[in-house]
């Protein structure tokens, strides 16, 4: 019966990401990403996180497929909020989607663009607090609980040095 349970949630993820991709992306990015997290899911421990490996590097491809291409709303779509970033090396609080779209280009900044970029799934690394993106956790991403769904908890838009 698990193993029944467990190749129907896997044939439900593999729908989904088919579903996210379809079109967004050009077909060797997409696939390349897919198949790297199908080929590496054995291998990556994520368990102080709780999140299931497929499911999170499926949403660290949909993350670097958003920022590649720059599209906010998707974006905003799968924020965490309120949370705070750093604008004009100020902290402020960003409530809403209306506030990050605002903000978008100080918040989503090169430093961030390139954590995104740099991040593979193998070098994933998590604690109980979510899963790091970046070497010093310029993004981190949790599995809300309440809404059932992978979102981005914080991010850390000042770059460390």
């Known amino acids: 019966m698990m193993v029944r349970k467990k190749l129907v949630r896997q044939l439900f993820i593999f729908g989904f990401t088919v579903f996210l991709f379809s079109g967004c992306v050009p077909d060797s990015d997409k696939n390349d990403c ?3 997290v199908y080929k590496m899911k054995d291998e990556i421990n994520l368990r102080n996180s709780g999140i299931d490996p497929v499911e999170a590097g ?5 993350i670097k497929r958003i920022v590649r291409e720059n599209l906010k709303d998707q974006l905003a779509e799968i924020m965490y909020y309120p949370q705070s970033v750093f604008v004009d090396d100020k902290m402020v609080m960003i409530e809403n989607k209306e506030e990050f779209f605002h903000h978008y280009d100080e918040i989503i900044n090169a430093y961030i663009r390139d954590a995104v970029e740099k991040q593979t ?3 994933l690394f998590s604690t109980s607090e979510g899963i790091m993106i970046g070497e010093y956790g310029a993004i981190w991403i949790i599995k809300n609980l309440d809404i059932g769904k992978m979102q981005i908890f914080k991010i850390n838009n000042r770059q460390v040095n």
């Open 34 to 36: 897919i198949k790297n």
């Open 121 to 123: 799934f193998s070098d």
């Open 58 to 62: 499926l949403f660290l491809c949909e």
